[in-house]
């Protein structure tokens, strides 16, 4: 099996890419860092099958929807979470296979009602999200919160895996990646030892976090798996698709800016074209002159003006080019009676 662990630094959010034989799952993708992931599963030859998010984040946009967008992935999180655009509602006990392997769907709410734990075949990996983090927890003071549900999903669900079970968090703000059941069990303050519900409730009752600094943008764009309202990304998320709207407006701006110049071209090539009316066969056979003037043309200009501009230029230069070549022709004709035929038809 193949199994990465990638980090999010803005974030600290960890994303994890399972793979067998050719099928990959991505657990907790983050928007900005989905290119990224997207160009590690085409290097390692793997087809994302689906995106699974542990929660509907706080503090970052998940991948899911850009990911589905360009690989046609599933979206996958706790059907409890209502989010749009997810086409594989979870709920407990549900497995979600790849290549030969699975994970199996635990629920575990208590920091969001939404939050899942996977847990891979074998329970030698499990994969958090916020429920328990490296000697610590989620909190659970929004987004349908509870301590005591949080408590109990814990202890419930996670710490009954085998002790030598790895456990992978959303985040750690420490730079530790993993832990075990064991681990947690012995040294979390919060959640191991013999910390009862009580204690726990008061404790993370008491906390008074501020809330996170992109709370406002990341949850109502989770909602919608990551896509972007009205295709623009919430602030201070710029990357791929921010680009690709800036560049959209860009080039409008850009055949706007041009439009003069472009019914200048389209004038005079509607006036040539009139002139060379009347060489019908010289115009057939400079024809291909005209094709090579605009190949130059393409050449010489390279890319001074919009799409729209650069293609009439290519077309002006072409028809001048032929029907310089016509005039020429018409001349010596005139001159040395060398072009009797395609004179008289003039
Ligand atoms: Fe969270």
Redesign the pocket.
């Known amino acids: 099996m193949i199994f990465r662990q990638l980090f999010d630094p803005a974030s600290c959010t960890y994303t994890y890419l399972l793979g067998d034989r050719d099928e990959a799952l991505l657990i907790d993708p983050v928007f900005e860092q989905a290119p990224r992931d997207l160009a590690l599963l085409d290097e390692l030859g793997l087809k994302l099958l689906a995106t699974l998010d542990t929660?509907v984040?706080?503090?970052h946009v998940t991948g899911a929807w850009w990911l589905h967008e360009r690989c046609g992935s599933r979206i996958a999180l706790a059907s409890v979470a209502g989010a749009m655009f997810s086409d594989l509602p979870l709920g407990h006990g549900d497995r979600i296979r790849f290549g030969r392997r699975y994970l199996e769907v635990r629920a575990t709410p208590g920091?969001?009602n939404g939050c899942l734990t996977y847990v891979l075949d074998g329970q030698h990996m499990a994969f958090t999200g916020?429920s328990l983090l490296i000697r610590g927890c989620?909190r659970t003071d929004f987004q349908q919160g509870s301590p005591l549900q949080l408590f109990r999903s814990v202890h419930e669900q996670i710490l009954t895996l085998p002790d030598e079970c790895l456990l992978y968090p959303?985040h750690d703000y420490r730079g530790i990646t993993v832990t075990s059941v064991g681990e947690e069990r012995r040294f979390n303050p919060r959640l191991g030892g013999e910390a009862d519900a009580h204690d726990f409730v008061g404790y993370m009752d008491n906390l008074n976090l501020p809330h996170p600094k992109l709370m406002a943008q990341a949850v109502p764009a989770n909602l919608r798996s990551g896509k972007p309202e009205d295709a623009r990304l919430p602030a201070g998320y710029a990357i791929e698709l921010a680009g690709a709207a800036a560049d959209s407006s860009k080039a409008q701006d850009s055949i706007a800016a041009n439009v003069p110049l472009v019914i200048f071209i389209i004038f005079t090539l509607l006036m040539l074209q009139l002139h060379s009316f009347s060489r019908a066969m010289l115009v057939f056979l400079t024809g291909p002159l005209g094709v090579a003037g605009a190949a130059v043309a393409l050449l010489v200009l390279h890319r001074p003006f919009g799409f729209v501009a650069q293609l009439g230029v290519i077309a002006l230069f072409g028809m001048i080019i032929r029907n310089s070549v016509i005039l020429i022709a018409s001349s010596c004709c005139r001159a040395g009676r060398r072009y009797r035929t395609p004179c008289s038809s003039a």
């Open positions: 929660h984040h706080a503090d920091h969001t916020d989620g959303a």
